[in-house]
């Protein structure tokens, strides 16, 4: 559900926040307020097009930001924010934020990261619907409907494995044809492959090996050098009339002579004690080291050849030596598949026949439910489009074949079938696909049935509705607002109005007023209940004792 929606120099607002209830949340105001703006900023923060005419006048920089809490969504969520480099979110919920400015450009962001305008709409797609003059309306997309349709009728189990039939069919295919080649593309490709196994297995390659070769060359090829110095540091310490041991000795000489006539010095005679000590060991050790330092132009020689053949084979199968490795495995297992290609041809042969029947079987299965279910689902449909206005209207769950997705080579995952949902609004007129619909306010009560009849399939969690009372009135009124009442149940519901009989229905009721500061116009919205909602809904009514009356009337028929 979409708890928080902050907005910031965006038409009328200067700076607005707005906390969202579960539920059904109504929203009214006299026209001009700038309820619209609430529905623009959605559109903004779910990553549609940007109209700089709609920045707040003066202001250089427009933002809005949406908390979501989607602990409870279905959708692999935690999936595409690690697919897009974005952070998870954390305690269940996701922060969206759209900031533009006047010259144009535009940041987006989620959960903190940076992020672009189609991440932001595939999200909205997961998290938002629309209803009313507005783009974000899934469900006139047919795919969607197709899934609806699937849910309503309880096919969704058997969906999926139709779905996993379909991917095993093109896994398969796809092992085909990386096999099915001429035969001179084979013979050429069988010499090569056998070639390269052969060369990275005679090459005896072992991990790691490269790090101490690179290290013994380097000693080898510098040891005349370190033979020499280390002979020098050793001459210095020990050879010589003048050499460090010689001068220790005269120092220590000394150092008795100080202790004799002063006791207090002995621990500068314990001190020298522990230096000649050390001295000593670092003799034994150069000596060791010396003595180890071997001038072997011969093994120089040798190392300098595994080097060069594994830098040779590092330019040809990969930049490190566990590539090269891995390479040479993985040409090795193509290899082996070449070498038994006619029985690896004849076992994929085998099995895509055999899911292929299973995909025919399965897709005969699928089409006969939809065929089913169909005529239920615009049934029920129907029967909510009666009680919303539509006295003499139709409605039709139309099923076709998909053009070239008639045999089990070519169906998709999906199925073979195509949905589209068609509305006839007027008797003797021909069903229209809903997206031909031309009243928003038609077009939202459709969708308002639709919703209600697949309140428990439809995953989408926040739905939005304008308009949606446009050109009803009386029970048709009262119908639309306990339809959004019980969708409320299922999903959170926000609902810009003008009729009051629908806004006495929302659990939660907001009121959008505008007012001057300091010779500038603002939008505000603020919750209301108790006697400040019987007084908007008396407002909407027209005023007067008897509005009055009807609102409380209003409210006590919807149980608030």
């Known amino acids: 559900m979409l708890n928080t929606l902050r907005i910031r120099n965006l038409a009328l607002v200067a700076d607005l926040t707005l906390e969202l ?55 692999p969520l935690a ?88 991917r095993r069919r093109d896994a398969l295919v796809a092992e085909r044809f990386a096999l099915v080649i001429d035969e001179g593309t084979y013979a050429r490709e069988l010499d090569l492959l056998r070639f390269q196994v052969r060369e990275i297995a005679d090459a005896r390659l ?30 210095g310490l020990a050879e010589g009339d003048d050499n460090a041991v010689h001068r220790l000795a005269r120092i220590g ?55 060069d053949l594994i830098q040779g084979l590092q330019r040809k199968y990969g930049a490190t030596l566990a590539d090269v490795i891995g390479f040479g495995g993985d040409a090795a297992k193509r290899l082996s598949v070449l070498e038994g290609r ?35 689902l615009a049934k029920s449909v129907a029967r909510e489009l009666t009680d919303l206005g539509f006295r003499q209207s139709g409605l039709e769950v139309a099923l076709r074949p998909i053009p070239g997705h008639d045999t089990p080579a070519t169906v998709g995952p999906t199925g073979r079938d195509e949905c589209e949902f068609q509305f006839a609004p007027n ?23 639709f919703k209600t009849v697949l309140a428990d399939q439809d995953e989408i969690p926040v739905l939005v509705f304008d308009e949606v009372d446009a050109n009803v009135g009386g029970e048709t009124a009262n119908a639309v607002g306990a339809r959004m009442a019980r969708i409320a149940r299922n999903h959170q519901v926000l609902c810009i109005t003008h009729l ?6 929302g659990g939660t009721h907001y009121v959008v007023t505008k007012e001057t500061k300091a010779g500038r ?34 409210l006590e028929g919807s149980g608030k």
């Open 253 to 307: 000489r000394a150092l008795q002579e100080l202790h004799r006539l002063d006791p207090s010095a002995a621990a500068l005679e314990s001190a020298l004690d522990e230096a000649t000590g050390t001295l000593r060991e670092l003799q034994q050790a150069l000596s060791r080291y010396t003595e180890g330092v071997e001038l072997d132009p011969e093994r120089l020689a040798v190392v300098e050849a595994r080097l």
């Open 521 to 554: 116009t603002e939008s505000r919205i603020e919750p209301v209940e108790g006697e400040a909602r019987v007084l908007e809904l008396a407002r909407m009514l027209g005023g007067g004792p008897a509005a009055r009356k009807h609102a409380e009337a209003l």
């Open 427 to 449: 008797p003797g007129e021909p069903a229209r696909p809903l997206r031909a619909i031309a009243s928003s306010g038609e077009l939202a009560r459709v969708m308002l049935a």
């Open 79 to 166: 999936a595409f924010l690690e697919d897009n480099g974005l952070e998870p979110c954390e305690d269940g919920q996701l922060v969206l934020k759209r900031a533009f400015n006047a010259g144009g450009t535009n940041r987006q962001f989620v959960n903190g990261s940076p992020t672009t305008l189609a991440t932001l709409a595939a999200l909205g797609d997961w998290l938002v619907d629309f209803h009313g003059p507005h783009e974000h309306q899934s469900l006139l997309q047919p795919a969607r409907q197709l899934a609806l349709l699937d849910a309503f009728a309880g096919l969704d189990s058997r969906r999926a494995a139709f779905g996993e039939l379909v």
């Open 21 to 75: 209830q579960k539920g059904f949340n109504a929203i009214t105001g006299e026209t001009g307020a700038g309820k619209s703006v609430i529905l623009g900023a959605l559109d903004l923060v779910l990553g549609q097009r940007a109209d700089r005419g709609s920045l707040r006048a003066g202001a250089d920089q427009c933002s809005v930001e949406a908390v979501l809490d989607v602990s409870g969504i279905r959708a």
């Open 206 to 235: 072992q991990s790691g090996e490269e790090d101490a070769l690179v290290a013994e060359h380097r000693r080898s090829s510098n040891s005349a050098r370190l033979l020499e110095l280390s002979q020098g540091a050793l001459q």
């Open 342 to 376: 006619d029985g690896e041809l004849e076992r994929i042969r085998t099995a895509i026949a055999g899911v292929e029947h299973e995909i025919l079987v399965a897709a005969d299965a699928l089409s006969a439910g939809r065929r089913k279910h169909a005529p239920r």
């Open 500 to 505: 009051a009989a629908v806004a006495a229905h």
